[in-house]
């Protein structure tokens, strides 16, 4: 699987973006995925997952109600809509997926849970 964000920009505090992670191969629609981001100075960190189904999301403490993970297997893509946006929320966005065997019913929030990562994508929020 090879997956390709894209959506970053710069905004300005209190704007929206939503990212799109384009996923190749036939196995998508079986795996779960997530979005993670890594500040400068900072740890990668979980922010939002969904499952193989669609039917369940996961998301960190810090960006519930805020933002909307969500995914449409028919065109192997993940989007996260994010809304209400912070300065504290700039970082550089990943999208992940778990890999095979699929089909797993939690959704995993620790990087080494993924097996594919995409390049990333930069969201610079001013104040």
């Known amino acids: 699987v090879q997956l390709q964000a894209s959506g970053g920009g710069l905004v300005q505090a209190g704007g929206s973006l939503r990212l799109s992670c384009q996923a190749s191969?036939?196995?998508?629609?079986?795996?779960?995925m997530a979005w993670f981001r890594q500040a400068p100075g900072k740890e990668r960190e979980f922010v939002a997952g969904?499952?193989?189904?669609?039917?369940?999301?996961r998301y960190a403490d810090s960006v519930k109600n805020r933002f909307t993970v969500s995914r449409d297997n028919a065109k192997n893509t993940v989007y996260l809509q994010m809304n209400s946006l912070k300065p504290e929320d700039t970082a550089v966005y990943y999208c992940?997926?778990?890999?095979?065997?699929?089909?797993?019913?939690?959704?995993?929030?620790?990087?080494?849970?993924?097996?594919?990562w995409g390049q990333g994508t930069l969201v610079t929020v001013s104040s």
């Open positions: 992940a997926a778990d890999g095979p065997p699929g089909f797993r019913i939690v959704i995993m929030t620790t990087g080494p849970s993924y097996n594919y």
């Open positions: 191969g036939r196995a998508f629609s079986s795996y779960s």
């Open positions: 969904i499952k193989w189904s669609g039917e369940k999301t």
